[in-house]
């Protein structure tokens, strides 16, 4: 709707001036994917300040939040903001959190013109951002890229709206639907290039999850280990309900550099929580489910997780957790390697209850790209 009436406007105008505000926009776009991963619990925006054609002004949010795209871009643009236009990704703040408004500095700035793509569901904002730039004489286009923003954006959308983390499940197959071999022996499913796409989207997601099944038979550490980008890495969650991870368990040993958070029931052993707690984890206490298969509450998991700020949540298995996920219905887009090779008899099903049809031949999914990385595929799959 908000789209339909933009575009009315860009019809009465010439198609350059639509082409100039889409060419802004989509780098203010491109800047507000840099901090996907380091900005939660706040969204990660981007934002791009133009006079007569040139960018004088870029930001983006800042690892853990602040500052917000807004005042990075207008320090960059100092005194020539005055007059000038600002592009952003998501509409500017207007309550005072732990910063100021960026509605306020907007206009103090002596901003024109503001271009934003979406309006933000977050209840104390909801339009009274760009209402607040509209009363102080501010021209405001709202709906430019929108669809592309709500994509972006869709982790803050899902926790303001549902309280919950977006969840993307990752899974890499064999062409006969395995994960592991037999015994649950860990095996190579894919390629290396594989490797390092999963290593940039858990970069790009704020936590990682698998399950305890997967802990022991892996041992992973579930960091970014692309060049350059450690501190990329996403907060560890793994589902316990009795506290068995070790110790000597890698996702432990580096609880101190990249955080841990081992989610476990109300009555695992005190001993164990306190341990892990002295190695640099946290235990978060969720209920656990009276129905088939036992296990931790996955809304209360996700719930827990928003509310410690999580927006997008990557779920990384194995198969137990995967299935539980989508039986829960709780699954939102599903990224799907696959290899060339067969595991063969034994080996462990990609989803434990379910079989891969679940995804591939649900109408609850809709497949959204594929793309083939050197000998393996991946298909994004989104819940329709
Ligand atoms: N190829 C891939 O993409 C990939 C990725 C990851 C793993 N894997 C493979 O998957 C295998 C492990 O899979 P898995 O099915 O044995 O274990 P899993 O799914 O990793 O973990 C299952 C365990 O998680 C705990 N859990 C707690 N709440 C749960 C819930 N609501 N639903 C499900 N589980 C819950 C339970 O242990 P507690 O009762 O102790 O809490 C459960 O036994 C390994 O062989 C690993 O190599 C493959
Ligand atoms: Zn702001």
């Given amino acids: 709707m908000i789209f339909r009436i933009l575009e009315d406007q860009y019809a009465q105008k010439s198609q350059e001036a639509k082409a100039t505000d889409l060419r802004f926009m989509q780098l203010a776009l491109t800047l507000g994917r840099r901090g996907q991963g380091r900005t939660w619990p706040n969204p990660a925006v981007g934002a791009v300040i133009v006079k007569d054609g040139v960018i004088i002004g870029r930001g983006w949010t800042q690892p853990g939040g602040r500052p917000h795209a807004e005042p ?88 303001v709206r549902d309280r919950r983390p977006h969840v993307v499940l990752k899974l890499a197959v064999s062409p006969d639907d395995k994960i592991a071999a037999v015994g649950h ?7 290396e290039m594989v490797r390092s796409r999963v290593h940039l989207l858990r970069a790009q997601c704020d936590a ?50 990249t955080p841990l958070w081992v989610m476990t029931s109300s009555l695992s052993e005190a001993p164990a929580a306190m341990a892990l707690g002295a190695a640099g984890a946290q235990v978060l206490r969720v209920p656990t489910t009276t129905a088939p298969p036992p296990g931790l509450d996955l809304p209360a998991v996700l719930h827990s997780l928003s509310g410690k700020g999580i927006t997008k949540l990557l779920v990384e298995g194995g198969s137990k957790v995967a299935s539980s996920f989508l039986a829960a219905g709780l699954v939102d887009e599903v990224w799907l390697f696959r290899g060339v090779k067969d595991i063969g008899e034994g080996g462990v099903a990609a989803l434990d209850a379910l079989p891969l049809s679940a995804i591939t031949g649900s109408p609850d999914f809709v497949q959204r790209a594929s793309e083939a990385i050197e000998n393996d595929t991946l298909t994004i799959y989104e819940r329709s």
């Fill in 185 to 191: 022996r860990p095996v190579a499913v894919t390629g």
């Fill in 208 to 257: 990682v999850l698998v399950g305890m099944g997967t802990v022991l038979a892996d041992d992973p550490e579930l960091t970014c280990r692309l060049p350059g980008m450690a501190k990329r890495s996403p907060v560890r969650v793994v589902l316990d309900r009795a506290l068995r991870i070790s110790g000597n368990s890698k996702l432990v040993h580096s609880a101190r550099t």
């Fill in 72 to 159: 990075v871009a207008l320090a960059q643009a100092g005194a020539a903001a005055r007059g000038a236009t600002l592009y952003v990704t998501l509409e500017p703040c207007s309550h005072f959190g732990k910063s100021p408004p960026c509605a306020d500095a907007i206009v103090a700035a002596g901003i024109a013109r503001v271009v934003a793509a979406i309006e933000d569901p977050n209840p104390e904002v909801a339009g009274q951002g760009h209402a607040r730039l509209r009363a102080a004489g501010i021209r405001v286009d709202v709906g430019l890229c929108a669809e592309q923003a709500a994509r972006d954006h869709t982790g803050h959308f899902r926790r």
